[in-house]
């Protein structure tokens, strides 16, 4: 398809447009996210989205975002999101909490965003049924969901079989993007000295 920059504040900029929609009314919207080792999908693309989102400065719409590591055997046979919930990401372990939570995302979906990094790294077929249900938007219906991975050819699979809405390409950061992410996630001085040797690279 024709490809096109996408800044991260609009990634669901097209979310409602879509779930509109006949063929997607009730459903997930789900972004792939691929990238070549070593171009910051997770460290930098995953690490800003949080933070900004926990500043409310980025995806205000979700009251939930959630990430797992799929390289993780429990993320990888969690039976249901209350499994997930319990995961030491969250660690959450009162049962008045996770019944609240688990309640209100059922009653709206489209407030949590979930995201599955790494999903290369995961045999996927080993995967259990409900995580392998919500990476073919099976499951969580109505949440938006990201998925990131290395190109691998269970995900080519994956995405042939249950296409993706969106499809991302993380080629890597401009300089502008670094001293951005620099300026926001380190004190100083170290933010000054990482600023300073950026600017002495050609």
């Known amino acids: 398809g024709e490809e096109e920059n996408i800044e991260l504040a609009n990634l669901f900029d097209d979310v409602e ?10 459903e997930s919207y ?9 171009t910051g999908k997770t460290l930098t693309f995953l690490q800003l989205a ?3 989102w926990a500043r409310e400065e980025l995806w205000c719409q979700f009251s939930i975002v959630v990430a797992w590591p799929m390289r993780q055997s429990s993320v990888q046979q969690a039976n249901d999101i209350v499994e997930l919930l319990q995961l030491r990401q ?19 979906p489209q407030k949590l965003c979930v995201i599955l990094d790494g999903a290369d790294e995961a045999e996927l077929a080993r995967c259990s049924d409900y ?12 949440c938006c969901l990201i998925v ?17 809405d969106k499809h991302i390409e993380v080629l890597g950061f401009t300089r502008e993007n670094v001293v ?20 002495e690279e050609p």
């Open 17 to 26: 447009e879509v779930m509109q929609t006949e063929e997607k009314k009730g």
């Open 30 to 38: 789900r972004v792939l996210v691929t990238a070549s080792a070593g």
């Open 50 to 52: 949080a933070m900004k």
């Open 90 to 108: 969250l660690g959450i372990t009162d049962p008045g909490e996770l019944k609240a939570i688990s309640t209100f995302i059922r009653k709206y």
């Open 131 to 142: 995580v392998r249900g919500v990476l073919r938007g099976e499951l969580l219906k109505g």
């Open 148 to 164: 990131t991975s290395r190109h691998s050819n269970e995900i080519l699979e994956l995405s042939a079989s249950h296409p993706f």
């Open 180 to 199: 951005e992410y620099v300026g926001k996630v380190l004190q100083q001085p170290q933010r000054d000295a990482v600023i300073s040797k950026l600017g």
